[in-house]
């Protein structure tokens, strides 16, 4: 098993040996002590740091897609301008 902390949650990647030396990948996230998610098997892969790293990048596609999106950033509304020939609200109209 190897670990990553990813966007606050802890990413695990597994690699499980078979008897033909391949070895099976799996992911599980978590995150305060708490398991959001495993996955079942990824794939069977020729070395252990391959499966592993598979284990883990599966993890953080799935931390990436369950993430809150970010809030828009509202824009900055301009200042409101009269029409010509109207005077701006909140004055008289008259020039001194």
Do not use: I
């Not at 008897?19 to 398991?35: E, L, W």
């Not at 990824?42 to 897609?65: C, I």
């Amino acid at each position: 098993m190897t670990v990553q902390h990813y966007c606050g949650h802890e990413v695990q990647g597994f690699a499980r040996l078979f008897a033909d030396n391949t070895f099976q990948a799996m992911g599980c996230v978590m995150r305060d002590g708490d398991t959001l998610a495993t996955s079942g098997p990824l794939g069977l892969f020729h070395t252990r740091e391959r499966a592993l790293a598979e284990g883990l990048a599966w993890g953080k596609v799935w931390v990436d897609q369950h993430r809150p999106a970010p809030k828009p950033l509202l824009p900055t509304a301009a200042p409101k301008r009269a029409p010509p020939g109207k005077p701006p609200a909140g004055s008289s109209g008259h020039v001194r």
